[in-house]
Each structure stands twice: as structure tokens, then as C-alpha cells.
């Protein structure tokens, strides 16, 4: 900072307050000299700590009561200005500004002679929790057990400012610097308790440590930290093994990864179900409830809000997890058995071969009609029938000319091309069972009039998302969405279209430990996006501690794997999924063999490894035969049923209609 610039600031300074320092002698060389080593101490604090690589310095000062009781506070403000380096990173300085919470680093100072000045100081500004380094000057006290020392760090303490350090004059030539540690071996959790942290020698004008600011929250000493949340697979589950149980799923191996690194026991609070309900109400009432009486933070999917305002009444950690919402669809009825016959080809397909063999029999007629010695075989339409289906003609039936012969090749090769293609694309159904073609897209699920469940309380966001979803589309799930996939993949093969709103993880676990998944089809395209975090009250202090944890878990590749360990099952084959033992917590999810389901069901959807065609599968060929049987008995039955005159005179119309 240049030094025309320090002088104006402090000249800026010097006009706030009136100045009476030549009242009580504080001019004098012992007061002179008293405020000089004030300045230093302090000086070395805002340089060597973490406050001396911030960018923003936030000044307050304040003096409560007659101005006599903090004489030199503003003499002691100038002389620290000028005081710090000309050199160095620049500074935004704000003198006695409002603070609003914001979500970075800074640095703090505060001048106050009293508890009384430090109290109407804070309740201008918003505590900024673990992200400010804050100095504290106050003149009054002379001893760190005096009752205004005990109330000021039990005021940071609620306000969650903990980098904190507060100097004391303690004596004519002593400063102390005091602070507080809420979990320590020395004493109760949460309690308040003055610690004298440092000491500044007067003689070498130098502070005894150099960790100005010590760690308050690397370790929780065992404390007892509670967490208010819900069973929910696969986000947390308590396991009670033997011994003090264990937590599964994605969010409780994270929870379980922090207390262990934080060495914190972990308290629960359970929520029921109006409290879980209550958190989709944007304002976030319910966690003045919870933080104010059950819990110091929670969990449950929660997602992130960036534009989260000052009215919510909670903080939030940075995102954990990314949650996708999508649509699970239950799928339509299979091909029927005669659908299957014309699988392998496009209708359009079909029609152009109808077209040209009806075109090759008129061409016939014609031939037959105009040209009756013609060279042709015996029953013609019969042979060409032959032909297109693999046959062969007799050697004598064969045409004698090149031209004849030439499109009976011509048409044998073609044939050959349709039948080949035809075998692939049959023994492509038989052996995979295809199905109907289930909706790709969202828009194809909303064009075909799916109904669409999910969970209460998601109304006004999917409609928000989707504008173009009609009301009359949606319907509440009774129960869960891992209660719900065994009745909607009983749905599938019917002509039911059903589909689930939810979050891409259920499906994933549910798909991890029941088979019956493969009943079910997830559409790729998502809904939206949501980030999952952690909860705590306004301006926690453990925003800070949160963050850090996760950002820990993701440098390491923690989370990646809990989420393949409970997740990534929506991304195998069919025939490669891993299934895992299902996890057993509240019987109302019920997935664990789904006593719903026979025996004959769960046999139905378990995975087929003998690759053999079955009775099922080929039964478009059994009912083609079985009516052509039946069709020539009827024929057979109506030959000897007719009289013998009306049998001959038929005989004889045959005969001549063919030349014969």
C-alpha cells in the first residue's frame, strides 16, 4: 500500500470518532509507547497468520458507553495502518461496513473496549462461521477469567466464528491472546472455556507461537455429533451388527467415513414421515425445528439450492452426489405369436415382396391366357411358390432358352438374399425374445400417454420441469420407488403403459439385488439434475468441516466407489450384473425375494442360461400348422360329405378353367 494512500485512510479514520486521548495522558511516552506495542502485536498478526494472505479486511470498532473507556483505540487503529507493509498483496479495507454472509475467505478486525461493544457490533453484521479469521482487541478486560472474556467467546461460539483470537492487555507490559475449543480432551463437548493460546514478549516484540489461529475442529475427541435423517436404500441404512453397528449405502459409508476421520460418534435422529415430507417445502421451516432442538446437521438426498436466499433458515455443504431424475417404464406386451413370423422385416418391406409376387402371378396368367403353349411347368403358381421359398424344379420342368433361364436365376438369387435376411432377424427374436420397443425419450413417454407416478411432494417440481406433462398424467406412488418396481414390472406384457419418476440411483440398487428389474426399462434421457448435500443450521460452523470431508472423498475416489457398489448396475448387460444381498432394514420396501411375487414369477424373471428355443418361443410355427391341418380335414370332411354328382361336376370346372 503506498504511503499517501495510508495516510488519507488513516486521515479518513481519524475523522470517524473524536479523539480524546489527551484527557487521560495516553499522549504521554508511556502511552505512547503502550499503544506502539499494541500496534506491533497486532501488525504481526494480520501479516504472519492466515490474515495475511486474504484479500479483504473487514475493520469495526466500537466503544460502548463514556468515550473516556476506550481512549486510545482510535490512535491505536491509525498507528496499525500505517504500520502494515508498503509492499505485499493489496487489500479491499472496510471501515465499520454491514457484512453480509458470503461464501469466501477474509480477514476481520475489531477494536471494542467491552463485551457490551463487541455484542452491538455483531448484531450489525452477519457471522461469516469458519471462513473469516477475526482479531479481536478488547481493552477492558485485564484477566482471562473475567465474566465479559467468558461471554464474548460464548457469543463467537453461537455465531460459529471459531478462527478467532482475542487479545487482552494483562498488565502494563503483557498481552495475551485467548480463544476457546468446543471439543477438547480437557472437558465436556460443547463446552465454553477460556484457553490462553498466546502470549507477546514486550521486550522482543514477538509472539511466542506462531499458529495464531489453532485448529478447533481436526479432531472431535469422541463427541457426540447427531445427524438428523431417514432410512433409505441406497442412501443409509443402520445395521446393527454386533458391537455399535455400522451404516450402508452411498450417504452412510460417507457419514461413516467422516467419523471416523473427525473421530465424532455419530447420534441419529429419525425422522418421520410428516418431518420428511416437511423438508420439500421450499422455505425450510422444519430445520428450525431439527437444528434448533434434534440434530447439528442432516442428511437424506437433500438437494442443493445455489440460489438459496437469507430467509432459508439452514446452510448447506457443497454437493456430495449428483442425483439424474428419470423415467422407468414398465414394457408393453411382447409380439404376438404371429407378429413374430413378419419380425424380421419392416412392414414396408413386407408390402414391396406382397406387391411382387402378386405382379409374378398375373405375369403368369397372362402367359398361361395368351400364350397357352408357352413353355411352361406343370401348376405354375405352385413352382413359383417352391421357388421363392428354397425349392428346386425338376430337370425336364427346367426352361430350355437362356432368356428363361436367366430369370429363374435372377429371381433364385433374390430369394436367396430375402430368406437369409429373414433366418437372421428370426433367430435374432427366438433367441433374445425381443420385445415391443419401449419409449427412447421423454417426449416419446409423454406422446404415448404413460402415467406417470412418483413420490409425494414432487408435483410442482416435475411440472416446472416438464410444462408439457398435463396434470391428469401424474399420480402419487403409494409407498416407495423400491416399493413400487415389483408392481410396475408385473405390469410389463400387458397393455398397461405405467412409468415411475425417480431418482437414477433406486433403480440402480433395485436392479443390483432383484432380478426382476429386466422386467423394467429405464429411459436414457434425464429429467433434470439435482446435487445432494448436506444440511446445518445458518452459518454453521460446520459448513466448513463438511466440505472439506467431501472434498477428501472425491479426491481419493470414495464416493466413485460406493456409488459402482450400490449404483453402476444400470450400466452392465443383463448377463453381467453383479447381484448383491440386499440390504435388510424396514420390511415395508419388502425387495428381499418380494414375498408378492410365486415362486413361478421369480423363476420367470431370473436370468435363462440354457440357450434352448422354447414351446413359447416358437409357437407362431405350432399354430400355422395346426390351422393348416385343420383346413385340409375340413376340406377332407366336406369331400366325403358332398354329393358324388356335385363332387364331379366341380372335378370337371377345375379341369377345363386349367386346360386339362
Known sequence: MQWWLRVAICFLLAGTVPRVISETGSGSESGSELVSGLAKALTQVLVKSEMGQLNTLYIYTHISGPAATGL????????????????????????????????????????????????????????????????????????????????????????????????????????????????????????????????????????????????????????RLTCATWEDMPYLVWRPDSGSGSFVGIEGALLQ???????????????????????????????????????????????????????????????????????????????????????????????????????????LGVVVRRWPKQELPPHPYYQLLVLT???????????RRLPGRLVIL??????????????????????????????????????????????????????????????????ELQGSELQSFPVLARQSGTAARLAILTPYEYFGYFRKVHPMSRRLHLVRERIYTQQLAFYVRRHSHLVGVLNKQIQHAHAHGFLEHWTRQYVSAVDEADESVSRIATTAYSTLDGIDGDPRLSEAEEQQVAPVHQNVLSMRELAALFWLILWANIVAVLVFVLELLMPEDLYGKMKGFLCRKHGK
Open 72 to 223: 486510545h483505540l482510535e490512535e491505536l487503529l491509525s498507528r496499525l495502518l500505517v504500520s502494515l507493509p508498503a509492499t505485499g498483496q493489496a487489500r479491499q479495507l472496510y471501515r465499520q461496513a454491514p457484512m453480509e454472509y458470503k461464501p469466501y475467505v477474509h480477514a476481520v478486525l475489531v477494536l471494542v473496549n467491552d463485551f457490551r461493544s463487541l455484542a452491538e457490533i455483531y448484531g450489525r453484521i452477519r457471522a461469516t462461521q469458519d471462513l473469516s479469521h477475526t482479531l479481536i482487541y478488547m481493552s477492558l478486560p485485564t484477566v482471562a477469567d473475567d465474566d465479559e472474556v467468558q461471554l464474548a467467546l460464548q457469543l463467537l461460539w453461537r455465531l460459529s466464528v471459531l478462527n478467532v483470537g482475542l487479545v487482552l492487555r494483562s498488565g502494563s507490559r503483557e498481552l495475551i491472546m485467548v480463544s476457546y475449543f468446543p471439543f477438547s480432551p480437557d472437558h465436556s463437548c460443547k463446552e465454553i472455556k477460556v484457553s490462553v493460546v498466546n502470549r507477546f514478549h514486550w521486550d522482543s516484540k514477538i509472539w511466542a507461537r506462531s499458529d495464531y489461529f489453532p485448529e478447533k475442529l481436526d479432531n472431535f475427541h469422541g463427541c
Open 257 to 363: 467415513f467422516m467419523a471416523d476421520n473427525l473421530n465424532f460418534s455419530v447420534g441419529l435422529y429419525w425422522m418421520n414421515k410428516d418431518e420428511v415430507l416437511a423438508t420439500f417445502d421450499e422455505s425450510g421451516s422444519i430445520f428450525d425445528e431439527i437444528f434448533g432442538q434434534h440434530a447439528d446437521f442432516s442428511l437424506g438426498g437433500f438437494h442443493f439450492k445455489p440460489s438459496a436466499g437469507s430467509e432459508i433458515p439452514y446452510s448447506q455443504s457443497t454437493y456430495y452426489f449428483m442425483s439424474h431424475i428419470m423415467l422407468v417404464t414398465n414394457l408393453q406386451s411382447a409380439y404376438s405369436a404371429y407378429e413374430k413370423l413378419a419380425f424380421p422385416f419392416a412392414p414396408l418391406l413386407w408390402r414391396a415382396i406382397a406387391v411382387v409376387l402378386i405382379l409374378a402371378c398375373l405375369l
Open 389 to 399: 421359398m428354397g425349392g428346386n424344379l425338376l430337370d425336364r420342368f427346367l426352361p
Open 410 to 475: 435372377t429371381w433364385l438369387l433374390s430369394s436367396l438374399v430375402l430368406r437369409s435376411g429373414y433366418q437372421s432377424g428370426m433367430y435374432q427374436l427366438l433367441r433374445q425374445d425381443t420385445q415391443r420397443n419401449p419409449p427412447q425419450t421423454i417426449a416419446e413417454v409423454l406422446a404415448q400417454r404413460f402415467t406417470i407416478q412418483l413420490a409425494e411432494g414432487n408435483e410442482a417440481r416435475i411440472l416446472a420441469s416438464l410444462p408439457e406433462l398435463q396434470p391428469s398424467q401424474l399420480v
